[in-house]
């Protein structure tokens, strides 16, 4: 499965877990691809639920604060 099917396949899933705010696709700091998965506050028990692989595809978790749309 590609990271682009695994996205698609879990988007909801990750959207639905309080305090995340976006789930896309990018390169983690050593170039691989990666799920990324945005939350609010890393030290909140809810960036504990992202799972830390998905199909065989490393999530990596970072603090995006509050969004707002502009």
């Not at 983690?28 to 945005?38: N, Y």
Request: hydrophobic share 50%; glycine share 10%.
């Amino acid at each position: 499965m590609t990271i682009q099917e695994a996205k698609r396949m879990h988007e909801d899933a990750l959207m639905a877990i309080p305090g995340v705010v976006s789930v896309g696709i990018g390169l983690t700091v050593g170039r691989e691809p990666a799920i990324m998965v945005g939350v609010v506050d890393l030290r909140a028990s809810s960036a504990q639920q992202v799972p830390k692989m998905l199909e065989g595809h490393p999530v990596f978790v970072f603090e995006a604060g509050r969004l707002a749309a502009q």
